[in-house]
């Protein structure tokens, strides 16, 4: 069993909305640096939104790249143990494998980093097709 498991990838046409939940039986996710990545094929994964945990003096503080401002949203839900991805005025180029990290001690914008993580979840597929 996957430590950590997204949900909610599928596809949807050009213009349309995601909610991705990551969730685990393992980590308490308030604890822990959470992020959200994405994989083109034959491209290393790329950083679009994290979040801080409680244990850096920038607990709950939110970070982006640039290609996620503006159109994909992190939240997390300390009482369901989750945290979700909320992507709007999806298109077609965002198609691809998209999966949720998590990791203790990680400060700031460096939880953007695909690097900075050891605890994966296997992935889920978006395509954004009409």
């Known amino acids: 069993q996957p430590r950590l498991v997204e949900s909610g990838g599928g596809l949807v046409p050009p213009g349309g909305s995601l909610r991705l939940p990551c969730a685990t039986s393992v980590f308490t996710l308030d604890y822990y640096a959470t992020g959200w990545f994405r994989q083109f094929p034959g491209r290393e994964r790329e950083g679009l939104t994290c979040i801080s945990g409680t244990d850096t003096h920038t607990d709950g503080e939110t970070y982006s790249a640039d290609s996620a401002k503006g159109r994909f949203t992190i939240s997390r839900d300390s009482a369901k143990n989750m945290v979700y991805l909320e992507m709007n005025g999806l298109k077609p180029e965002d198609t691809a494998v998209y999966f949720c990290?998590?990791?203790?001690?990680?400060?700031?914008?460096?939880?953007?980093?695909?690097?900075?993580?050891?605890?994966w979840g296997p992935g889920t597929q978006v395509t954004v097709s009409s």
């Open positions: 990290a998590t990791e203790r001690w990680i400060p700031g914008r460096l939880c953007l980093e695909p690097t900075k993580y050891d605890w």
